[in-house]
Structure formats: C-alpha cells, structure tokens
C-alpha cells in the first residue's frame, strides 16, 4: 500500500503470535563449596567437644578427689538390700507389679519413687491444665464476679511459695478433715478423711481374658483417634470398629468394673485409695501450676484479632460456641510450648513432696544416701531419672505441637 511506512502496515498472523523472551539464564553449574555452613557445623562441634572434656575434668577431679579420701566411685549399692519400708510404693518385676517390701534393693526403691514422682507428675498435669484452661476464660469474662474471683485466685495463688502451700495443704485442710468413722460420703462415691482421700475405681473382675483386655484398649485407642479426626467421615470410619471391638470386649467378659469406696471399721475396700500426702501434694501441684496456665490462656486469647470475635458474633454464634469452636483451636496452637515449661517444672517440683513425707524420688534418695553413704552416685541416678521425665514430657508436647502444625496451625 502506497504511503505506508514499514511500522504502519498490517502485520501477518505468524507476527502477532506472542513469542516467548529467550532466556539468558546460564545453567546451574557444579554444586560449590559452602564454607558458611562448614564453619556452622564446626563451631558446633567445638562447644560440644569444649562442654564434653569439661565435664570429663569434672568427673576425673571428684574420682580423684574421693580416692584422696579412701572412697571409691562405685555404683553396686544399688543392688544391695534397702531395708526400709516405703508408705506407698510399686515396683515392676517380671512377675507383674507389686508393693515394695523392705527385702527389695535400692534400686527397685528407687524405681518405687520414680513411679510415685511420674503418677504425682501425670495427674497434676491433667488437673492443672483443666482448672487452668477454666481460669483463665474466667479471667476475661463479661461477668464482673466471675472475673474477679479468678483474678483473686490467679494472684493470690501465684504470689504465695508453693512450700508453704503445701504446708497449708496438708496440715490445715487434709488433716483437719473428720476421721474415718465419722467421715461423710459424697454422693456414695468419695470419702474425705484424715486416713486419705478414696474415690471410684476400675478393679479387675476376673471375668474377661487378655484378648478382652487387647479389645477393649484398641477401643479407647481407636475413640481417642476418632475424638482427634478432623472431618465426620474420619470420625465414623474410626467410630465403626470401635463399637465392633467393645462389642467384643463385652462378648469376651469385661476385665474390669467401677468399683466405689466403701468404710468397713477401721478400713476402706474398694476403689482407690489416696494418702494424705499424696492428696495434699496433688492439690498444691495442680492449683500452683493451674494459676500459671490461667495467665498463659488469658494472654493468648487477648492476642488474637479482634475480628475473630466480631466474625463469629456476626454469624450469629453465641460466646460459648466462639470460644469452643474458634478461639480455643487457635490458643492451643500458640500456647503448647509455654505448657511445656510449667509441665517439666511440675514435674521436678514434686521434690517438695519430702516436706509432707511422700516417698517421692528425691525422698526416697535421701533415705538409700543415709544408710548407703552413697551419696554422690545416688544424686547422679537422681538427677538421670528427673532429666528423663523433662526430656519425655518435653518430646511429647513436641510431638502433639508438630501434629498441630501440621493441621494449620503454622502459616
């Protein structure tokens, strides 16, 4: 066409096809040498080598400073006779479980107060984490009372050494309770008296097999993974052979009953049975560590956005269902990790249970150190068994807050 320029003119079908830019990238090359994550690895290398030979000059200057003084480091009075009784202990044999006599050595009386010191652990754990849960959704309730009776509680609690309150514990509440003949019970299921305190228990009938008492933990197995699922169809799927196996339980004879207290003389049969000390440490432990968990909720939940509630209030959900279903999920997430520190100190603060007399591990320590004179190598089996109990609670809040992540807790 006469008086069009070159860039004027129409351009063919094949011009306006879009083509892709030729890439100028250069391809990878041989993989380089990292010195950054050598030096890394290296300088970590060095502090574990540097805490390990420190530890090692420690260890050879006490072997040595105790063989100055004719005492040889040595580790086989653990099997020597304890000759002593302990209040409440269990050991585990290979026979099953039984109560600790005084013709078991240290070691099995040892074991008897690690396993008095992870029971104290495990049901102070749970207590606390419920009343602390309760604590602190009181704490930022529209309810002017509620709020500041747990406030009170939170601080009052907080504010007060634990030593002492055990002490009130146990000398102005356990042991101010009626005796046991006189003592009342509550709904016909628990009695509180100076004796201990006795509540419902599961006792073994008999009755059932060992393929009954299989099906009937593969049922609560299956329930506590069902409880977990995150959708109705996993949950169904889970729920199915869980009914199929208590089915089965019951079919097979049922290995166990709820069994409720019941005073006869002197003595209690039936249910269990808590020691004075025990219950006193229990409440002290719980109330102590639940007033810490309050503050840790209570700032979790106040951390949230806003528009989480005013989201849930929109869509017409009352408060008890936006707590439940929307804030609660998301503070779990945040707050495992501080759970963690108050459950590793709970653990080791059980120690004070020796204030009271409750054969705890550091109780039982004391006892086996005096008639043994074995002191040393009895605070390093001490300090072994604690450093056990942090390390597994600690790995299994780990894994329960990785499992979380997992399912969005992590953006």
């Known amino acids: 066409m006469r008086g069009l320029r070159p860039r004027d003119q129409p351009k063919s079908p094949m011009d306006q096809i879009a083509m892709p830019p030729i890439s100028t990238v250069e391809p990878p090359g041989p993989p380089q040498f990292n010195v950054r994550r050598l030096t890394s690895w290296l300088r970590q290398v060095a502090v574990v080598a540097a805490a390990l030979a420190v530890l090692a000059w420690l260890a050879i200057s006490i072997r040595a ?7 040889s480091f040595n580790m086989g009075f653990l099997f020597g006779a ?15 479980i039984r109560e600790f006599v005084a013709s078991d050595t240290n070691a099995e009386a040892l074991l008897a107060g690690f396993i008095n010191t992870v029971k104290t652990s495990l049901v102070s754990i749970a207590l606390a984490t ?21 406030f009170g509680l939170v601080e009052l609690v907080r504010n007060t050494p634990l030593l002492i309150q055990l002490v009130f514990w146990y000398f102005a509440v356990i042991l101010k309770m009626p005796a046991l003949t006189e003592a009342s019970h509550w709904f016909g299921l628990f009695i509180f008296s100076q004796q201990g305190i006795y509540i419902p228990g599961l006792q073994a009938t008999g009755a059932g097999s060992i ?54 003389g002197a003595g209690v049969t039936g249910g269990v049975a808590m020691s004075p000390e025990f219950a006193a440490l229990l409440l002290a432990l719980s109330i102590y560590t639940a007033a810490f968990i309050a503050e840790i909720v209570r700032g979790a939940i106040l951390a949230l956005p ?12 009352p408060r008890g269902r936006v707590l439940a279903d929307v804030v609660l999920p998301q503070v779990y997430r945040v707050v495992l990790p501080a759970f963690a520190n108050q459950y590793i100190s709970l653990a080791k603060t059980t120690s004070l249970g020796i204030a009271v007399g409750f054969p705890d591990l550091f109780n039982v320590y004391g006892t086996v150190a005096n008639q043994s004179g074995r002191n040393l190598e009895g605070v390093i089996v001490v300090m072994l068994a604690y450093l056990a109990l942090s390390w597994a609670i600690s790995g299994a809040v780990n894994v329960l807050n990785a499992r979380l992540l997992r399912k969005g807790g992590a953006k």
């Open 65 to 71: 400073g105790l063989a100055r003084n004719g005492i």
């Open 82 to 96: 304890a000759n002593f009784d302990i209040a409440e202990g269990w050991v585990v044999t290979r026979d099953g």
């Open 130 to 150: 419920a009343l602390g849960v309760i604590l602190g959704v009181a704490r930022i309730s529209r309810n002017w009372l509620v709020r500041q009776l747990s």
């Open 211 to 264: 393929w009954s008492v299989w099906c009937l933990l593969l049922c609560v197995l299956m329930v506590i993974r069902a409880a977990s699922a995150s959708s109705a169809r996993h949950r169904l799927f889970l729920a199915i052979p869980a009914v199929a196996l208590l089915a089965a339980t019951f079919a097979l004879g049922f290995p166990f009953k709820l069994e409720s207290p019941e005073a006869s």
């Open 306 to 317: 806003r528009g989480q509630w005013e989201a849930a209030s929109a869509l017409g959900m």
